[in-house]
Protein backbone atom coordinates (compact mmCIF):
# COMPACT_ATOMS: atom_id res chain seq x y z
CA UNK A 1 0.00 0.00 0.00
CA UNK A 2 2.12 3.35 -1.00
CA UNK A 3 1.92 6.37 1.52
CA UNK A 4 -0.04 9.19 0.48
CA UNK A 5 2.44 11.99 -0.70
CA UNK A 6 1.52 15.53 1.13
CA UNK A 7 1.35 18.49 -1.47
CA UNK A 8 1.69 22.34 -0.54
CA UNK A 9 -0.12 24.57 -2.26
CA UNK A 10 1.18 26.85 -5.08
CA UNK A 11 -0.37 29.88 -2.52
CA UNK A 12 2.08 28.83 0.22
CA UNK A 13 5.25 29.61 -2.00
CA UNK A 14 6.11 33.76 -2.48
CA UNK A 15 7.44 32.40 -5.67
CA UNK A 16 5.80 31.17 -7.94
CA UNK A 17 7.61 31.68 -11.12
CA UNK A 18 8.46 28.31 -13.15
CA UNK A 19 10.60 28.22 -15.75
CA UNK A 20 9.79 25.29 -18.22
CA UNK A 21 12.99 24.13 -20.49
CA UNK A 22 12.00 21.69 -23.27
CA UNK A 23 12.92 21.64 -26.71
CA UNK A 24 9.25 19.72 -27.63
CA UNK A 25 7.17 22.97 -28.45
CA UNK A 26 4.08 21.41 -28.80
CA UNK A 27 4.63 19.55 -25.30
CA UNK A 28 6.24 22.87 -23.53
CA UNK A 29 3.23 25.00 -24.63
CA UNK A 30 0.62 22.22 -23.49
CA UNK A 31 2.59 21.94 -20.26
CA UNK A 32 2.60 25.78 -19.84
CA UNK A 33 -1.14 26.48 -20.67
CA UNK A 34 -2.07 23.57 -17.80
CA UNK A 35 0.22 24.98 -15.29
CA UNK A 36 -0.66 28.49 -15.46
CA UNK A 37 -4.33 27.20 -14.91
CA UNK A 38 -2.65 25.66 -11.83
CA UNK A 39 -1.85 29.15 -10.33
CA UNK A 40 2.14 29.26 -11.33
CA UNK A 41 3.55 31.96 -13.56
CA UNK A 42 5.25 30.35 -16.47
CA UNK A 43 7.94 31.59 -18.54
CA UNK A 44 9.50 28.94 -21.43
CA UNK A 45 12.68 28.60 -22.47
CA UNK A 46 13.04 26.01 -25.80
CA UNK A 47 17.24 24.88 -24.83
CA UNK A 48 20.27 25.57 -22.55
CA UNK A 49 21.30 28.98 -23.79
CA UNK A 50 17.68 30.61 -23.45
CA UNK A 51 17.09 28.51 -19.91
CA UNK A 52 20.61 29.74 -18.57
CA UNK A 53 19.45 33.47 -19.98
CA UNK A 54 15.84 33.22 -18.57
CA UNK A 55 17.60 32.45 -14.96
CA UNK A 56 19.45 35.32 -15.56
CA UNK A 57 16.76 37.49 -15.72
CA UNK A 58 14.12 36.07 -13.28
CA UNK A 59 15.14 33.54 -10.76
CA UNK A 60 12.53 30.74 -11.27
CA UNK A 61 10.71 29.54 -7.55
CA UNK A 62 10.32 26.03 -9.17
CA UNK A 63 11.31 24.98 -12.92
CA UNK A 64 10.92 21.70 -15.14
CA UNK A 65 13.46 20.66 -17.37
CA UNK A 66 14.33 18.16 -20.10
CA UNK A 67 17.30 16.45 -19.44
CA UNK A 68 17.97 16.22 -23.51
CA UNK A 69 18.00 19.46 -25.27
CA UNK A 70 19.07 20.32 -28.49
CA UNK A 71 21.96 22.67 -27.51
CA UNK A 72 23.11 20.69 -24.77
CA UNK A 73 22.36 18.77 -21.46
CA UNK A 74 20.07 20.26 -19.48
CA UNK A 75 21.71 19.57 -16.02
CA UNK A 76 23.40 22.86 -16.95
CA UNK A 77 20.23 24.84 -16.54
CA UNK A 78 19.89 22.75 -13.29
CA UNK A 79 23.20 23.90 -12.11
CA UNK A 80 22.56 27.35 -12.83
CA UNK A 81 18.77 27.51 -11.29
CA UNK A 82 20.64 26.06 -8.12
CA UNK A 83 23.37 28.86 -8.13
CA UNK A 84 20.73 31.82 -8.34
CA UNK A 85 18.45 30.38 -6.18
CA UNK A 86 19.08 27.41 -4.41
CA UNK A 87 15.87 26.93 -2.71
CA UNK A 88 13.91 26.23 -6.27
CA UNK A 89 12.03 23.07 -6.36
CA UNK A 90 13.39 21.55 -10.01
CA UNK A 91 12.26 18.77 -11.42
CA UNK A 92 13.82 16.72 -14.18
CA UNK A 93 12.12 15.16 -17.46
CA UNK A 94 13.44 12.79 -19.82
CA UNK A 95 12.66 10.39 -22.99
CA UNK A 96 15.80 8.52 -21.70
CA UNK A 97 15.57 7.42 -18.30
CA UNK A 98 18.25 5.48 -16.60
CA UNK A 99 19.82 5.76 -13.03
CA UNK A 100 22.98 7.25 -13.95
CA UNK A 101 21.05 10.22 -15.08
CA UNK A 102 18.48 10.47 -12.44
CA UNK A 103 21.08 10.09 -9.97
CA UNK A 104 22.94 13.09 -11.74
CA UNK A 105 19.97 15.20 -11.53
CA UNK A 106 19.71 14.57 -7.81
CA UNK A 107 22.85 15.62 -7.21
CA UNK A 108 22.59 19.16 -9.11
CA UNK A 109 19.64 19.44 -7.22
CA UNK A 110 16.39 18.47 -9.08
CA UNK A 111 14.16 17.09 -6.31
CA UNK A 112 12.57 14.73 -8.74
CA UNK A 113 13.12 12.87 -12.13
CA UNK A 114 10.13 12.09 -14.50
CA UNK A 115 9.65 10.66 -17.48
CA UNK A 116 8.20 11.82 -20.45
CA UNK A 117 5.36 12.54 -21.05
CA UNK A 118 4.50 13.62 -17.73
CA UNK A 119 1.19 15.13 -17.83
CA UNK A 120 0.59 18.29 -15.47
CA UNK A 121 -0.97 16.74 -12.69
CA UNK A 122 2.22 14.15 -12.41
CA UNK A 123 4.75 17.82 -12.49
CA UNK A 124 2.23 19.34 -9.99
CA UNK A 125 2.44 16.60 -7.57
CA UNK A 126 6.52 16.30 -7.91
CA UNK A 127 6.49 20.17 -7.84
CA UNK A 128 4.15 20.64 -4.49
CA UNK A 129 5.17 17.70 -2.69
CA UNK A 130 6.23 18.44 1.14
CA UNK A 131 10.08 17.51 1.19
CA UNK A 132 9.66 16.35 4.77
CA UNK A 133 7.49 13.70 3.37
CA UNK A 134 9.00 10.89 1.45
CA UNK A 135 7.25 9.46 -1.64
CA UNK A 136 5.91 5.95 -1.59
CA UNK A 137 8.66 4.31 -3.64
CA UNK A 138 7.16 3.59 -7.28
Same mark, same amino acid.
Given at each position: ?? *? ?11 ? /?? %????? *? ?6 ? %????? #? /?? +?? #????? #? +?????? @? $??? $???? =? ?6 ? %? +? ?12 ? $???? $? ?5 ? =? ?27 ? @? /??? %?? *??? /? ?5
Amino acid at each position: MK *DQVTLKNINDFDN /KS %LLIVD *DDNPFRER %LARAM #E /KK +GF #EVFQA #E +GVQKGI @E $SVK $SKSP =GFAVVDLR %L +GDGNGLEVVKEIQS $SNAT $SRIIMLT =GYGNIPTAVAAIKEGAIDYLAKPADADDV @E /KAL %LA *DPS /KKAAPP
